[in-house]
């Protein structure tokens, strides 16, 4: 089990690598495309979709890996395809709903977010919410079955295709205006999901053909899931909805400093879009820990291996500390550097300086975050992400809006928000885990 946890994490890895690097390559030629407003537009269009894709998403596809592991690990694949099945339908339903919702709303959206140039974005990626909801039910039901190598596969499409289609997009609606030309860029993240999607639903309907479904059993599952999925559901409702408010107040923070709105555009575009890209890379990386951690900890839990247990959670937290330290060190150091290499553009080298040690916090968050929820401690995470959400709430208001401060304002309310974090899930699993 821990070989197979460590095997897993390393196959997503390196599926995350070529994602992200693909992800960071396609917004360098978009920066000289559309520019820090047009990168603003973007960021804007993908945060809408981030939240209502979290809604969508929050829960049910954690549910599917869990209760596919505890399956296999009782040794009755037929209720795991069964899982798998009734969780494709029921994401299915939600995302449409959620595509409809995003697609009528976009105007509300995109003012609510202070950036009404992003309706059309927002439209343009509407359809990716249905996608990746589907793909997300197949996806992990693979992850239960503690196979990666699916998911690594559908990432590595999904990046590759939306590199192309975006940047393709970009460039044909160039002359119509930085706002079409934005969300032609990210028109690409619907077309490289439905391709990621595609792949996934085949790949799953040719290697499990030969294992009978399990019937009769569709409402106990359908109960399992909303049991298992509707606490997380619930938290990511409130930390989305937090994200939400968090990016309209820096908005408006930014603008309370004495900046000009297109300056105020400007800052927050190079702060989401060339720092806070190199940011997320290691994260995102690191996030991986937690992807394959889940069905070895529930599987354990299964067959009550607390010795099983404790050596998952050693061996996943030694690993994700390493890593983790070593990413922020590097930004730290280097960050400038990195940026000159990624954007030719060092301007926000100081924000990604600040935020360097987020990184080393993020991923024991996420990774702590994990462990409790596979063991059943919904409550507890939900109670740290609040935490987080508040503080940086906070930091948009008081700290954003200091004319001295500004921008980096959010920064230094990111490292001590997820300090804060990490910090309380630290406690949280030391007094379960005994």
Request: glycine fraction near 8%; proline fraction near 2%; charge should be positive.
């Amino acid at each position: 089990m821990k070989n197979s946890f460590i095997q897993g994490a390393t196959i997503l890895m390196v599926a995350n690598a070529v994602s992200k690097i693909l992800g960071a390559v396609l917004k360098i030629p978009l920066t000289y495309i559309i520019h820090e407003e047009g990168m603003a537009v973007y960021n804007t269009a993908f945060s809408v979709y981030a939240m209502l894709l979290a809604f969508v998403m929050s829960g049910i596809p954690f549910a599917v890996s869990k209760l596919t592991a505890t399956e296999i690990a009782r040794n009755n694949p037929s209720g795991a395809r069964a899982i798998v099945h009734t969780s494709s339908f029921v994401l299915f339903i939600i995302g449409v709903c959620a595509t409809l919702v995003m697609w009528f709303g976009a105007d509300f959206f995109a003012m609510a977010m202070k950036e009404e140039r992003a309706s059309w974005a927002i439209r343009a990626v509407a359809p990716a919410v249905v996608l990746v909801a589907v793909g997300d039910a197949v996806k992990s039901g693979f992850q239960g079955e503690s196979n990666m190598l699916p998911t690594a596969i559908s990432q590595c499409i999904e990046a590759f295709i939306k590199l192309g289609a975006g940047f393709l997009f970009a460039l044909m609606f160039i002359n119509a205006g930085t706002d079409k030309s934005a969300g032609g860029a990210i028109l690409g993240v619907t077309v490289g999901e439905l391709a990621a999607t595609g792949m996934l639903v085949s790949l799953y309907l040719v290697s499990h053909r030969h294992v009978k479904r399990e019937r009769g059993r569709e409402r106990e599952h359908i109960h399992s899931l909303v049991d298992t999925a509707l606490p997380i559901m619930l938290m990511a409702i409130t930390t989305s909805a937090i994200s939400m408010v968090d990016t309209s107040l820096l908005r408006t923070s930014l603008l309370r400093a004495g900046l000009t709105a297109d300056n105020a555009r400007y800052l927050y575009g190079a702060y989401t879009g060339y720092a806070m890209t190199v940011l997320n890379l290691p994260s995102g990386l690191l996030a991986t820990l937690g992807v394959s951690i889940i069905p070895a900890i529930s599987a354990a839990a299964a067959t009550d291996s607390k010795k099983r247990i404790n050596k998952l959670i050693k061996s996943g937290l030694g690993i994700c500390c390493v890593c983790s330290l070593a990413a922020s060190a590097v930004i730290a150091l280097f960050g400038d550097v990195i940026l000159k290499i990624l954007f030719s553009n060092t301007a926000s080298s100081l924000m990604l300086r600040i935020s360097a040690p987020s990184v080393l916090f993020i991923s024991i968050m996420q990774l702590s975050g994990a462990i409790l929820q596979a063991l059943g401690y919904t409550g507890r995470v939900f109670v740290s992400a609040v935490a987080v959400g508040v503080i940086k709430l906070l930091a948009a208001v008081f700290l954003v809006s200091i004319p001295d401060i500004n921008i980096y304002g959010a920064a230094i309310g990111s490292d001590i928000a997820f300090f804060v974090g990490m910090v309380m899930n630290l406690i949280f699993l030391a007094e379960k885990v005994r």
